[in-house]
């Protein structure tokens, strides 16, 4: 079997109303889908992160840069084709947007692999569990959501039978070294630290009365004495993680907060690559690892960062906000390892997760999630989702030509 050609589409959806984090002020979210075609006529899906930056960058490197290494080669080799990807880009590669878009290559070439040899993705890399606990991922910054309202909006999580939920601090813009000024949209839905504080107490008494948990998520925006004050004060309140506390590149001041606190810190998403989360892990910077398939170099890379945690006796707890598609390979990755925590589940209105797939991906009666059985990552598009949110009809018509040419 031979790779015939790699395209990559851009979907967008708008929000009526804007949701923010701490560095960020959500208008819309964009996903970049992969296809993989092979001349035996079987298609791999993947997906690329395009967090950060233009998804045309992304699309543009997976299909002039990426693609003219892959054309020949036997898709079956997924390891040769993730080093030889990484080995030509390395003099502007290594990290970044290379690796996002190796990523959404890899996770297809996964599912290519499990569909030849009629498997999942998550037994055919070894098959460690079949089912996952999910969390809320939610909890965002909008205009008017005062304290009362996130903590409603947690307590309906709780009555949904979520046992986690996870809320965003750290939009403070009196913290020192606080990005916020250099941010699109940086002065708006700005709140104090002690409004942030307040917030969280409010979800963590919620929480109390169903048994539950909260984590918080502060998205790299504060320094490192903020983080340790602050975070003293969070771990009283009986919050089960604090996520992404500090700048990505303040890995000394991260192991200072993991030796300051009781409460795990959990981290850090928005690094990239084995070689980075290996320096975290040696520093014990963090005490939850988490990488994203999408974000991080694919299912191959992933497992590397995995195993590396495993052998630090530390979990490793993927980061998935974006797609159905990403959702659906870090659900594979995650059943694949032995050391996974729990699975993040995006509760924001979003369409390319709740309407993207043939069948959505939902809690069972039990409140776990369940791995899908079907070959491969045991997926398949809604095309009119994806002709409905796709940027470029044209474009996106000929991605669905080359997928729909293969067994998805």
Known sequence: MKITDVKATILRYDYDCCIADAQNYFSARNAVLVCVASDEGIVGIGESACFGGPPETTKYIIENELRPMLLGEDPSGIARIWQKMFDRTRQHGRSGVILAAMGGIDIALWDMQGKRCQMPVYKLLGGYTDVLTPYASSGFYADGKD????????????????????????????VFMN???????????????ENDLERVEACCHTAKKYGAKIMVDANNNWNTFTAVRAGKILQEMGVFWLEEPLHVDNIKGSAELVAALDMPIAGYESEIGFYRFRELIERRAVDIVQPDVIWSGGITECRRIAAFAAASHLPCNPHAFSTAV????????????????????????????????AKRIEREADGLVHLPDAPGLGIELNWETVHRYAVDAEDTNQFEELAGKGHQ
């Not at 699109?184 to 709140?191: A, M």
């Open 326 to 357: 990403s959702l659906m390979a870090n659900m594979h990755f995650m059943a694949s390892i032995p050391n996974a925590g729990i699975l993040e589940m995006d509760q924001n209105i979003y369409p390319l997760r709740d309407e993207l797939l």
């Open 179 to 193: 990005p916020l000024s250099n941010m699109q949209y940086g002065d708006r839905c700005n709140y104090s630290l």
């Open 147 to 174: 304290t009362k309202a996130i903590a409603a909006e947690c307590e309906s999580y709780f009555k949904e039978g979520f046992t986690y939920a996870k809320i965003k601090i750290g939009r403070n813009p009196e």
